[in-house]
């Protein structure tokens, strides 16, 4: 064999094609991927004032549970200062009111599906930021109070049910749904921000 034979010359790779392939996987990608609509916080805004509209009833002090958070990103619940990892707790056991304390929401005999006559609170939570609240003690005090809720609601369901409220969610069995809602109501009044203390 003669060393002077030529040597092979390596052949291109088209780059073109492969633009095109990242293309197709990009817009495959894109079109496959569901996103979870369920992010965020679940607030309404009050609607607006109606000046001929009469006034609501007043709501029993006992029925509102007052959360407020100062300027010092301080937390004052029902008068008593707490820390943040405090209120789960005491809002679940507010809300529930499971020893029917005298001090503690009234349970009004209401028909449930799946459940007959059963003892609903009139619970509502109150609350009440700072002007110069922290973003991070505000996400943390909605994140504390949605889980009270979420955990009394699964702990309803898993007894009632043998399944939890998020699984209900998750394969949308809204009947059931609607009646664990129906015995634990979301009910969060926020009120606009002002000074509250603590500066």
Same mark, same amino acid.
């Given at each position: ?6 040597? !092979? $010359? ?23 991927? @569901?996103? &979870? ?5 679940? !607030? ?5 004032? &109606? ?5 609501? #009833? #007043?709501?029993?002090? !006992? ?38 304390? #005298? ?5 009004? #005999? ?6 007959? &006559? ?17 973003? &991070? ?10 889980? *009270?809720?979420?955990?009394? !609601?699964?702990?309803? *369901? ?5 399944? @939890? ?8 069995? $809204?009947? $059931?749904?609607? *009646? ?20």
């Amino acid at each position: 064999m003669s060393s002077s034979k030529k040597r !092979r $010359k390596p052949q291109e790779v088209n780059a073109g094609s492969m633009a095109d392939i990242a293309f197709l996987l990009l817009v495959f990608f894109l079109v496959t991927t @569901t996103m &979870d609509s369920d992010w965020g916080l679940a !607030r309404r805004l009050p609607p607006p004032l &109606d000046i001929n509209q009469p006034e609501p #009833p #007043p709501i029993k002090d !006992r029925n509102v549970f007052v959360v407020l958070a100062n300027a010092n990103d301080q937390l004052l619940v029902e008068g008593e200062i707490l820390e943040i990892g405090q209120l789960r707790e005491k809002a679940k056991e507010f809300i529930a009111n499971p020893n029917d304390l #005298p001090d503690l929401p009234e349970k009004k #005999p209401t028909k449930v599906k799946f459940f007959g &006559d059963y003892p609903v609170s009139k619970q509502v939570i109150s609350l009440q930021n700072d002007n110069g609240t922290s973003y &991070d003690l505000y996400i943390q005090v909605q994140n504390e109070l949605a889980a *009270a809720y979420s955990e009394l !609601r699964n702990s309803l *369901a898993t007894e009632k049910f043998g399944v @939890t409220y998020d699984y209900l969610v998750e394969v949308n069995d $809204k009947p $059931k749904i609607s *009646a664990i809602r129906d015995i634990y109501p979301q009910r969060i009044s926020e009120a606009e921000p002002k000074n509250v203390g603590g500066q």
